[in-house]
């Protein structure tokens, strides 16, 4: 585990070296200023539309950082043969493969803590602009404790979609993973339409291709509680629970897929 | 017990998307290495030099039989804690610098710390690269990236190391280094098992060596028993002495003018080359060089090769 561990404190360094997660987060920090600017435009009317920006910003960069870390971890150090230097110290495959998972996780969290903070400056200093009236006109306060439930969920699903691109990055090239997990991002978002196919659809073989595909592919739409957050409406604990579990169980099996493949696979 | 054993160890690659042949690129490769020696594994491009020793790292997997390690399977974590191995054309991140890329290795054997900032700093020492140890590996020559690669293989004080041509983008001092910290290692009583196609590292180094060609060992022993490796004459260039003087006193050597009073001549072993240089510097001839001639591996590799595994069409 202490293994594990200092593998992920290698990615961490690394993807804290790289330039395209600082050019992320001055995006991230640019993207919270527009928000700023179109709150100044509607004269501070609609905080709604800053936490809609806000959040969906957070889940959308969130992704680009996932995915494009994420296909390269294991890519990378095989193609670039770094990797023969580690795998011929004690570091199990296994090992190999949890610590650079470990390791985006970190990086991600930091990235997301830093954008929630933005968002949270944003909102406090909106909150403290406005007047009474206004205030009371908002479906939610400002600092609603709530965002925080949608923005764990976020990243719950982050996590997902960087074991995704991890998974492939094990077995094809980064462009090819890359796409294959941004399809699955888009596909995941869909997923919960194909539980209810057998709504639309009489065919029986059809039916079952959904019901199986819809097991097969991640749900994601379980772990998008934004609008709700958003519009003050309230996020039964339940269904957190419930996704925050989904998640897990679905990052085991792609950690458990990609670390069979990873231990069969020759590094030529 | 012995370091290394290995037992009708064979690879084959598939080559080909669409029509996938299988190409054998180690045949069959049993080897006994002596816990203390120092053992050169021998043989031109393509012979399985690397692919023998990314077997024995567990890097790629034997298409059949087996490989022990200080007497364990090959790859076991164990025997990773106690074996050092240079990958051929070593590659590093390019954003570490030499220190931190030691000590992040280090703590994966666990040692961190001052612990394993003082075992990065002597290890970095030891192969030259005190003073640059701080830049980025991004901004190393070859031969430094080089330097690194011998000294990540040995942070943790393997008793056993693995080195893919220690030799290859040095320059000769480098050489010399490494043919010294080979030494220190073998006095040490460390097993130490390189590869390179040059016959002069193994003979200073070894004790023994296994010549590979094609993926066949074609040769095993020490470097003075390999009879194809014998002396089989000399060398002799002299200068300042006419044609008609060479051809007089060199009878029946094959004579190669190389300037308008200079000459090489392939001196046959059954006359003394001391006789002749005398009778040449009697004639007022100066000496220029005197070198062995013996067989080059290569010219061993054509010989011992009889009838090669041919590669399929690519
Ligand atoms: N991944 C691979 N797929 C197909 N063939 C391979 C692969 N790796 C190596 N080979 C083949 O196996 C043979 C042995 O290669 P190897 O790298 O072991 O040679 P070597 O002795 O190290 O040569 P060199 O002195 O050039 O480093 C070569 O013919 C090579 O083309
Ligand atoms: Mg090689």
């Known amino acids: 585990m202490r293994l594990v561990g200092r593998l992920a404190v290698g990615v961490f360094k690394e993807s804290v070296r790289d330039r395209v997660l600082y050019g992320l987060v001055i995006f991230a920090a640019v993207l919270m200023a527009a928000t700023y600017l179109l709150g100044q435009l509607t004269a501070g009317q609609d905080i709604k539309i800053i936490k809609d920006l806000g959040l969906a910003s957070i889940s959308t ?16 150090e095989v193609e670039r043969r770094s990797i023969y230097n580690l795998l011929s110290k004690p570091v199990t495959r296994e090992q190999f493969i949890l610590g650079k998972y470990a390791g985006l996780v970190l990086t991600l969290a930091v990235n997301v803590a830093a954008m929630t903070a933005a968002f949270y400056l944003v909102l ?5 602009n406005a007047d009474d009236i206004m205030r009371r006109s908002w479906p939610a306060p400002a600092l609603d404790p709530a965002l925080m439930i949608a923005i764990g969920l976020i990243g719950v699903e982050l996590l997902v979609v960087t074991a995704v691109a991890l998974f492939f990055s094990t077995f094809s090239s980064p462009f090819l993973s890359a796409v294959l997990t941004l399809a699955l991002w888009v596909v995941g978002h869909f997923n919960d339409d194909l539980k209810h196919f057998d709504a639309v659809v009489d065919s029986r073989p059809a039916v079952w291709v959904a019901r199986a595909l819809y097991y097969l592919l991640p749900d994601l739409s379980a772990f998008d509680v934004k609008s709700q ?11 957190v629970a419930l996704a925050v579990g989904y998640g897990a169980v679905y990052i085991a099996f792609l950690l458990v897929a990609a670390m069979l493949i990873f231990q069969r696979k020759d590094l030529q | 017990m012995s370091a290394i054993r290995l037992e009708e ?6 080559e080909g998307f669409w029509r996938p042949r299988p190409y054998t690129a180690l045949d069959r490769l049993s080897l006994t290495v002596e816990s203390g020696e120092v053992f050169g594994c021998l043989g031109p491009n393509g012979a399985g030099k690397t692919t023998t020793l990314k077997l024995l790292m567990a890097l790629v997997r034997p298409t059949s039989g087996q490989a022990e390690i200080l007497g364990l399977p090959a790859g076991s974590v164990e025997v990773r804690r106690r074996v050092g191995y240079l990958p051929e054309n070593p590659s590093f991140y390019d954003h570490l610098s030499a220190e931190e890329l030691l000590i992040y290795f280090a703590g994966l054997f666990g040692c961190t710390g001052a612990e394993a900032r003082r075992r990065a700093a002597a290890r970095l020492d030891e192969v030259g690269l005190g003073a640059e140890r701080r830049m980025p590996i991004r901004k190393y020559s070859k031969g430094m990236v080089q ?6 293989a040995l942070i943790n004080d393997p008793e056993l190391v693995f080195l893919d041509e220690p030799m290859s983008g040095l320059d000769p001092i480098g050489r010399r280094d490494v043919r010294a910290l080979i030494m220190r290692l073998r006095d040490r009583g460390c097993t130490v098992f390189f590869s390179s196609h040059v016959l002069a590292d193994a003979e200073a180094l070894c004790n023994r060596v296994a010549v590979l060609a094609k993926g066949r060992l074609v040769a095993e022993g020490r470097v003075s028993d390999l009879l194809a490796f014998r002396v089989h004459g000399w060398e002799l260039v002299v200068s300042r002495v006419s044609r008609e003087v060479v051809d007089q006193l060199a009878v029946g050597a094959r004579i190669t003018p190389i300037g308008p009073d200079r ?4 001196v046959p072993l059954a006359v003394a080359p001391e006789r002749l240089l005398q009778d040449f510097v009697a004639q007022g001839a100066s000496l220029v060089s005197l070198n062995p001639m013996r ?4 010219d061993f590799f054509v010989e011992s090769v009889a009838a090669p595994p041919a590669r399929p069409e690519a």
Request: charged share 15%.
């Open chain 1, 124 to 128: 406090a200093y909106m909150n403290w």
């Open chain 1, 229 to 239: 957050v958003v519009h003050g409406l309230p996020v039964p604990a339940a269904a």
């Open chain 1, 61 to 76: 960069l969130g992704l680009f950082m996932a995915v494009f870390v994420g296909i390269g971890l294991v890519w990378r």
């Open chain 2, 9 to 14: 160890l064979t690879k084959r690659y598939t």
């Open chain 2, 263 to 266: 000459f090489a001549i392939d």
């Open chain 2, 295 to 298: 067989d080059t591996l290569e």
């Open chain 2, 147 to 152: 330097r690194v690669g011998i000294a990540q």
